[in-house]
């Protein structure tokens, strides 16, 4: 119940391309998604996030898709450039508890 | 502001020492948590304090413990090494606690040979 499924667990695609990860939870009680994105020797750091309460978010060339009634949500990269070479993770939390991660995707943009 | 720090970055001990890596939150956060991070395992939570007081703890045997100071900064410390300790130790801190966003650290890298 306290698990994220994140998949794929590594992805590679062509400069230009669409990169979609996805992430699934059980616990209905989750109430923030958030994505985090962590370059080599760094922590991760905040990307983009989510409340059940939209189905979709958009920052930039990065949008959160997100399905309640599935309890799935995923990450687009659209235009997907060899910058966004990083290893990306999904969250699931709910305040005053502790976030759950997913395991990780590792994202590979070829020029 | 300046970001959440972490001492040391990197750190090599053998087994059956103890060890304290340090984190300073971003300023005015209250909340700071500690995971340890392996290519296995991915990003496990190891506990949060929040005002001096541990407010969640993840699954990790008595061996890791922490603290916090009245300034928010926090302290974790493992005892009794095992090889097995070998990881990323990141810290994060929140205005308030674990559901938001999370600030993370550079890390403190653990070898234990």
């Known amino acids: 119940q306290q698990q994220v499924k994140q998949s794929p667990q590594s992805l590679i695609v062509q400069k230009g391309g669409i990169s979609i990860i996805n992430c699934a939870y059980e616990n209905t009680a989750f109430d923030y998604f958030p994505w985090y994105q962590q370059f080599p020797g760094k922590g991760p750091a905040l990307l983009i996030a989510?409340?059940?309460?939209?189905s979709e978010k958009k920052e930039g060339r990065f949008t959160i898709s997100f399905n309640k009634s599935a309890k799935q949500f995923s990450l687009h990269i659209m235009d997907s450039q060899p910058g966004d070479s990083a290893t990306y993770f999904c969250?699931?939390?709910?305040?005053?508890?502790?976030?759950?991660f997913g395991a990780g995707t590792r994202l590979f943009v070829k020029a | 502001k300046a970001g959440v720090t972490q001492t040391p970055r990197y750190l090599i001990k053998t087994r059956g020492q103890q060890v304290t890596l340090s984190c300073s939150p971003i300023s005015g956060h209250r909340s700071v948590s500690w995971y340890q991070q392996t290519p296995g395992q991915g990003l496990q939570f190891l506990f949060e304090y929040f005002s001096e007081t541990q407010r969640n703890k993840g699954n990790f045997p008595g061996r890791f413990s922490g603290r916090q100071f009245s300034n928010s900064r926090s302290e974790m410390n493992v005892s009794t090494l095992e090889l097995g300790d070998s990881a990323l130790y990141l810290c994060?801190?929140?205005?308030?606690?674990?559901?938001?966003?999370?600030?993370f650290g550079p890390g403190t890298r653990l070898l234990v040979l």
């Open positions: 989510i409340r059940p309460d939209v």
């Open positions: 969250a699931a939390g709910t305040g005053g508890f502790k976030t759950i």
């Open positions: 994060a801190s929140s205005l308030e606690g674990l559901g938001e966003t999370q600030y």
